[in-house]
C-alpha cells in the first residue's frame, strides 16, 4: 500500500462522509479497465492506440464516427506463433496416440484404456496415467516419423530464427515513432519513395523491395532504417520537381530537402554496426546521392563501405534472398563506377550466379508506371521486366569488369590482339542471348528506361573497348580506320538511344551514371567521326542540351554542371565550333569557380580513359596480330547484323542510325 496515501484513522468527519469521500477518491484513482484484444485494428495499429477489438467497427473508430468496418490483418509474427503452437499440439496429440496404440499392442492397462477411452477422456490424460513424463516434449521428438521429424524441425528453426532477429533487431523505428525527422508529410516520404523505385532501383537494385517495404509498414528494423529512409529520401530529391498544381501546394525545396535527408541519414548510419544489411544498403544509396551531386570522389568512399562490409561481416538471420540481392546490387555499382574511373572494382567476392538468387524469369511479374507526379499514380502499369533486365545487367557487369582488369591491371605488355577479339565476342553473345523482354530494336518505340539504360551502357563499353587501339604506335592504317569507323558506329547507336530516351521520358528522369555514357559517346563522334563539321556541332548541341535538361530545376544532377564544362573544352580542343546558342545551354562554368570540380565529379583531371596506361598493357605485336585475328574474328559464326556492324565502315549516314532517327522524328 502506498504510505503516501491517508489512513482511515487519520480521516476527519462523520464515518458516512468520510466513507463517502474515501468511495469519491478510490473511483477517482481507480482506472475502469476496457477489454482489449491482442489484434488492433489497422487505424489504431498507426495511431498507436489500445484497440477493443470490436467488430465490425471497434470503440475507438466508432467515437471518431468512422463508417467503415474496421479491417483486422494478424501480424505475421502472430501467424507464425500460431502456426507454431498447432504444430506442437499436433504433434503432442499425435504421440499420445502412438503412446496409448503401444500400451493396446503389449497388453499393459488393455482394459483400463478402453474404459477411459470409451468415458471420453483425452488422449494426453491417458498417456499421463501410462507415463508422467510430457510425451510432447522436445526430447520425444526422435520418436516421430521422418517427415514429422522434419516439419517440426524446420518449423521451430524458423521461429527460433525469427525470435533471435526480434532480439538483435527489435522492432519500432527511432526518433520517437518517426522514420525521418526531416518532414512529418508521410505523402511526401512515400511521392520520394516511388521516384526511387520508378528511375532508380530498377538499374541499381541494391535491395529488395518488398522486404523493404514490407518492414517500412510494419514498423520494424529489420530490413528498414531511418538510416536507409532518410538516404532514399535524399536520393529522390533529385528527382523531385514540385508542381504545386499536382504535387504539393506549399513551398518546397528539393535541394535542401536533399542535404537534409542525406545528413540525417550519414549522421544515423554512423550510429548502427556496420554489420547490419540495411547499413550496407545505406552506404550505397548514399554513394549514388553524392555521385549525383558532383561529388564522386567523395562518394567512392562509401560504395568502398558498402563492398567491405557485404564481403565479410554481414550479420545472420536475413532472407537469403534479399543478402544476395544486396550483395549482387553493390558488386553492380562497383563495376559501373569503375566503367567511368577506370580503376578494377574491389576485389570482394563475385555472386556465385549471375541471376538473382531465388527468383525465377517467371516470378518476374512487377510493375513499371510512369511516374513523375503525385497526378501520375492513375497512369497504367506495364511489366516491368525487371528480373530479366536486372540479370542481363549483370553479365554485360561481368565482361566489363574483365575489360577494365586486362587494361588498367598494371601489368606491362600483356594484353594481346586475341584477349580484345575475344571480348568484342563476349559483348555481341550478350546482345545475341538478351530474351525479347530485354532486347532492343530499331522500332521500338516504347522501351522501358531502365532497358534503355543498358544498351546505352552496352554501346558505351564497345567505344571503350575499342578507344586504346587508336593510340597503339604500330596500328596499320587500314585497321586503323576500320577500328575508328567501328568507334564511330557505336558512338550513333548510343546517341539515338539516348534521344529515344528523351523523347519517351525527358533527361531529368535518367540514373545518374547514364549522363557519364552521354560524355564518352560525344566525344568519340567528336574526336574520330568525319562527318559534316555542322553534323558534330549538332552533336555537342545535343550533348549539352541532354546535360542541361538533367540538370534544370532543383534537386537536380548538379554533376551535370562540371560535365557541360568538360564537354565544352573538349569541343574546342577538337576545333569544332561551339553551338550558337552556348550561354543558353551552358549558363555558368563550375570549373572556373572551382579549379577542382571535375575532379569530384570524375575522380580525375579529365573523363577521358587513361590512354597511355592502356596502351602500356598492350603487347608488343599487338599491331600485327590484330589484322590476323579479326581476319578469324569476321570468318567465324556470327549472326549477320553483327557481321554487317563489324565490317561496315559507319559515319552518321548510316542506314540503321538514319532508320532510328526517322522513328523518333515521328
Known sequence: MDSNLPSSESMSGSASASGSKAGAAGKRRRKNTTSMTAIACTNCQKAKTKCDGVQPVCGRCAGRHAHRECKYDLHIKTQKHDMIQKIHQLEN???????????LSSGEKGEDIIDRLRNGQSYQSI??????????SFASIAELSPSSQRNFSLAINDYDKDVKMERKMPAGPIHGGTWTTITPDETLIRHLFKLYFTWVHPVHMLFSRPHFMASFDNHD????????????????????????DEDFPYALDPTDLMEKFLLEARTLAQELPAEKLAVVQTYAVMFLVDLSSGKGA???????????????????????????????????????????????????????????????????????????HLSDSSNPEQPSHIIHSCTAHAKLLRIIHDTLAFFYHGH??????????????????????????????????????????????????LIQL??????????????????????????????????????????????????????????ALIRFDQSPIAELTDVVRTGLSILKEASDGHGAYSVCGPLQAALRKATVECNI?????????????????????????????????PIFQAVRSMSTTFGEEFAHEWRKFAEGDMSSQDRADSEDTRDSHDPDVMKIDAILSV
Open 577 to 609: 565550333p561551339l553551338p550558337d546558342e552556348i550561354d543558353e545551354l551552358v549558363r555558368y562554368d563550375p570549373i572556373q569557380k572551382n579549379p577542382d570540380a571535375i575532379i569530384n565529379a570524375t575522380t580525375r583531371l579529365s573523363y577521358t580513359q
Open 466 to 523: 575499342f578507344r586504346p587501339l587508336l593510340n597503339y604506335p604500330d596500328l596499320p592504317r587500314e585497321a586503323y580506320n576500320h577500328v575508328r569507323s567501328l568507334i564511330v558506329g557505336f558512338a550513333w547507336k548510343g546517341l539515338a538511344i539516348l534521344k529515344s530516351y528523351r523523347v519517351l521520358y525527358t533527361c531529368r528522369y535518367e540514373q545518374p551514371l547514364q549522363v557519364y555514357c552521354l560524355l564518352h559517346i560525344c566525344d
Open 221 to 244: 528494423e529489420v530490413y528498414c532504417t531511418s538510416a536507409l529512409v532518410n538516404a532514399i529520401c535524399a536520393m529522390a530529391c533529385h528527382l523531385f520537381v514540385n508542381n504545386p
Open 93 to 103: 496429440d499425435y504421440s499420445c496416440v502412438e503412446q496409448i496404440i503401444r500400451a
Open 298 to 372: 567523395n562518394s567512392a568512399s562509401y560504395i568502398r563501405l558498402a563492398a567491405d562490409a557485404i564481403d565479410q561481416r554481414i550479420e545472420s538471420g536475413y532472407s537469403s534472398q534479399a543478402a544476395e540481392m544486396t550483395k549482387w546490387g553493390i558488386y553492380s555499382l562497383s563495376v559501373d563506377w569503375a566503367q567511368f574511373t577506370f580503376l578494377v572494382p574491389t576485389l570482394f567476392q563475385i555472386p556465385a550466379s549471375l541471376e538473382l538468387p531465388n527468383y525465377s524469369f517467371n516470378q518476374d511479374t512487377s510493375a513499371w508506371q510512369m511516374y513523375r
Open 412 to 461: 606491362d605488355a600483356t594484353v594481346s590482339a586475341k584477349d580484345v577479339m575475344m571480348q568484342y565476342v563476349r559483348y555481341i553473345e550478350w546482345k545475341d542471348d538478351l530474351p525479347d523482354e530485354v532486347a532492343l530494336r530499331d522500332d521500338d518505340t516504347r522501351a522501358l528506361p531502365h532497358i534503355l539504360a543498358i544498351h546505352v551502357q552496352y554501346q558505351t563499353a
Open 127 to 136: 498417456a499421463d496415467s501410462l507415463d508422467p513424463s510430457p510425451p510432447g
